[in-house]
């Protein structure tokens, strides 16, 4: 019986809380699964706090005189940066499709989307490739001035911090373009037209009532931007800026001391913990409140001449710079390379993609799901204050992750090792850090926050009444999720697993750490080869990675498009 007919049989019952009509069947054991994934998720947090507290040699004292404060600074300096620019970007960008109608407004409206299915890494290759000496930019310049070297003329660094906090902010300006933008549609009309009539101009109409009213989803927009910089891995390893996430690296993997990396793991924590404070302090005083009647749309007032396309101008130069830029370069040159498609490794770089992806999918979504469930069944205390912490590998950069779940698991690889071969005297080598299992934990906890938001609202949207339905029909827990939940959310889940899915594609920094030996993803692919200078064997993989990219965000704005007014 569907879940339809379920609900039409008992339409007369009360209702009650989600989990009320099925809880004490089986709640004590959803609530331990419930636990047991809570703790998984957590626990590599954990982890890195453990293994920097505990380390077997204590590199503090250098750390804190010599490595840290170039690595906080140029990190601080990176954040803040790509914080502001892409606030400005975004919240004028978002400002603009929504009161005004210019030429391309409806379609620029969707298009600036588009750089979120660019990974930022991508976009550095493309932009430091365009602007080198002997790229197309330079080339162009020096043929049309007659200038013979590089003496002749004053060109920007291509790789330099600045050119960096370009390229971060061109890729998640559409963080802030996206939230801005459903902020200023939620205001009523009417507002805007008061403030028209009592003779404010354009500029004091968005200084003084669209910005104050929208400084909460900026400042949201922004401090993703920020977390998304402190956690990047690609951009700053390919402009050699030394950040935290590059100190984790060369600490781990050039100087060999894994505590050291826990420790500057810890240090970025802490760091992206005083970012999600500092919004949350920024707007601790405030109060946002919309109109309790239905608000009034807001109507889009015409530019004509030169404002117009000054506007069009402004909206396109972002997704020029954001999208076009980086799929015209890598699209020369695969084209000009067109046997890097048949190039050795690209296809099992693919294989690997897929199968660690969709398995890390699956499992992330599967988990949210039991987890999300059992903590709304047992009806506990517990599970219900772990769930939000839960979400906290969302915000800890890939670097990090990696270190808290490479020492756990290698720790329980040796115990498993040992014990196998004490019973049996063969080796089995090391099951979980010589596979890609730990790659596979990485995505889990890193993506979880994903999953378990897509599922969270699904069960929000379900009616409570529907698990006395299920009772009354004799129908288990378990029944009651694949029989009654599960057909109507099935869309909701099956948006969570190709946004995880896409973005463990896109996850370069653990994927580098936690990848077995001769093990290739088509991140790690694009990274190695780029690094290289090869930007045609890089091509195609980067290719693959943006066309999976854009899968997202075409689900992203299907999604806007039917919450639109």
Not at 92 to 107: E, T
Not at 477 to 500: I, K
Request: glycine share 10%; aromatic share 10%.
């Amino acid at each position: 019986m569907c879940a339809e007919q379920i609900s039409q049989e008992i339409r007369s019952l009360p209702a009650h809380g989600a989990g009320d009509g099925l809880r004490g069947q089986g709640s004590a054991l959803w609530s331990l699964v419930a636990l047991a994934i809570a703790a998984l998720v957590i626990g590599p947090i954990l982890a890195v706090g453990w293994v920097a507290l505990h380390p077997v040699e204590n590199i503090w004292p250098h750390l804190l005189a010599n490595a840290l404060p170039r690595y906080l600074a140029n990190t601080g300096v990176l954040a803040f940066g790509v914080g502001a620019l892409s606030a400005a970007v975004g919240a004028g960008a978002a400002w603009l499709v929504v009161m005004y109608r210019f030429p391309g407004s409806r379609v620029l409206e969707w298009l600036l989307l588009a750089p979120l299915a660019i990974p930022a890494y991508v976009g550095a290759y493309a932009l430091a490739d365009f602007l080198d000496y002997s790229g197309p930019l330079q080339i162009a310049l020096r043929e049309a001035f007659g200038w013979q070297s590089a003496r002749d003329y004053w060109f920007p660094a291509a790789r330099s911090r600045s050119m960096a906090i370009l390229v971060l902010a061109g890729a998640l300006y559409p963080y802030v373009y996206l939230l801005a933008r459903s902020a200023f549609r939620e205001l009523s009309g009417g507002s805007y037209e008061v403030a028209r009539a009592l003779g404010a101009g354009p500029w004091a109409v968005f200084w003084r009532i669209g910005l104050p009213l929208a400084r909460p989803a900026i400042a949201a927009g922004a401090a993703i931007a920020m977390m998304e910089t402190v956690a990047d891995f690609g951009v700053v390893d390919y402009f050699g800026i030394q950040t935290l996430t590059l100190g984790i690296f060369s600490t781990w993997l050039e100087a060999g001391n894994a505590g050291g990396a826990a420790q500057i793991s810890l240090v970025m924590l802490a760091t992206v913990g005083l970012l999600l404070a500092l919004e949350k302090h920024s707007r601790r005083r405030a109060r946002y409140h919309g109109s309790a009647r239905q608000p009034r749309p807001v109507l889009r007032a015409p530019l004509k001449g030169a404002q117009a396309w000054l506007a069009t101008a402004l909206c396109t130069a972002p997704f020029a710079f954001g999208f076009v830029l980086p799929v015209a370069v890598i699209g020369w040159h695969a084209s000009a390379n067109p046997e890097s498609w048949f190039g050795p490794g690209l296809l099992r770089a693919l294989w690997h993609t897929l199968a660690v992806c969709s398995i890390a999918a699956v499992l992330t979504v599967a988990a949210a799901l039991v987890m999300v469930y059992g903590t709304r069944l047992s009806g506990r205390s517990l599970p219900r204050r772990l769930l939000p912490l839960t979400t906290l590998g969302y915000a800890a950069p890939g670097a990090v992750l990696a270190v808290g779940i490479l020492f756990p698991l290698a720790a329980l690889d040796h115990r498993i090792a040992d014990g196998w071969l004490a019973l049996t005297g063969h080796d089995p080598g090391l099951l979980l850090t010589g596979s890609a299992a730990a790659v596979v934990l990485a995505y889990l906890v890193r993506f979880f926050a994903v999953a378990e938001g897509a599922v969270d609202g699904a069960f929000g949207r379900i009616s409570p009444s529907l698990p006395m339905a299920a009772r009354s029909l004799g129908r288990s827990a378990s029944g009651a999720l694949s029989e009654v939940y599960m057909p109507l959310m099935r869309g909701s889940v099956g948006s969570g697993l190709v946004l995880v899915f896409v973005d463990s594609v896109k996850e370069l920094p653990a994927t580098m750490l936690l990848r077995p030996f001769n093990f290739e993803t088509l991140a790690t692919r694009v990274h190695e080869k780029a690094s290289l200078e090869n930007l045609g064997d890089a091509a195609p993989a980067a290719l693959l990675v943006m066309a999976v990219g854009l899968v997202a965000v075409a689900l992203l704005a299907h999604a806007n498009l039917r919450s639109a007014p």
